[in-house]
């Protein structure tokens, strides 16, 4: 099964969307990687390349993150790492997280997961 990390600036805000993405998609591989290692605000190259670790298989890791420094430091790791299976997805990070694990639980390959992901990025939650 492809795993999903979550990168924000926040480990409050990680574990919250790791916990929404568990309500839809209970078996999902995923781990976060929010804040700093004091508990602060901010983003932690060794959180993320941890949360990275913890969650990689031979299917694939998606990396999900809010912004700025967040996305950043992960592409940073990911062009570090010089593997192909480790992939960031371009997208709203609640919405593209929550349908990244349903597709991933669901047996969708690496390529896939990160398509339904950036999916997201149109969606409109208002219609007027």
Same mark, same amino acid.
């Given at each position: 099964?492809?795993?999903?990390?979550?990168?924000?600036?926040?480990?409050?805000?990680?574990?919250?969307?790791?916990?929404?993405?568990?309500?839809?998609?209970?078996?999902?591989?995923?781990?976060?990687?929010?804040?700093?290692?004091?508990?602060?605000?901010?983003?932690?190259?060794?959180?993320?390349? $941890? !949360? #990275?670790?913890? *969650? /990689?298989? %031979? &299917?694939?890791?998606? =990396?999900?993150?809010? @912004?700025?420094?967040?996305?950043? +430091?992960?592409?940073?790791?990911?062009?570090?790492?010089?593997?192909?299976?480790?992939?960031?997805?371009?997208?709203?990070?609640?919405?593209?997280?929550?349908? $990244? !694990? #349903?597709?991933? *639980? /669901?047996? %969708? &390959?690496?390529?896939? =997961?990160?398509?339904? @992901?950036?999916?997201?990025?149109? +969606?409109?939650?208002?219609?007027?």
């Amino acid at each position: 099964m492809v795993g999903l990390v979550i990168v924000t600036h926040s480990a409050v805000l990680a574990h919250g969307i790791a916990e929404t993405c568990r309500m839809m998609a209970k078996d999902a591989h995923i781990a976060t990687a929010g804040g700093m290692e004091d508990g602060g605000f901010g983003t932690s190259y060794a959180r993320i390349t $941890a !949360a #990275i670790d913890s *969650v /990689c298989s %031979a &299917d694939g890791v998606v =990396v999900l993150a809010d @912004a700025g420094s967040s996305v950043l +430091t992960a592409e940073t790791i990911i062009e570090e790492m010089r593997s192909s299976r480790v992939r960031m997805a371009d997208c709203p990070i609640v919405e593209g997280s929550v349908v $990244a !694990a #349903i597709a991933a *639980v /669901c047996g %969708a &390959d690496l390529d896939e =997961v990160v398509r339904r @992901a950036e999916e997201t990025r149109g +969606t409109c939650k208002i219609y007027n």
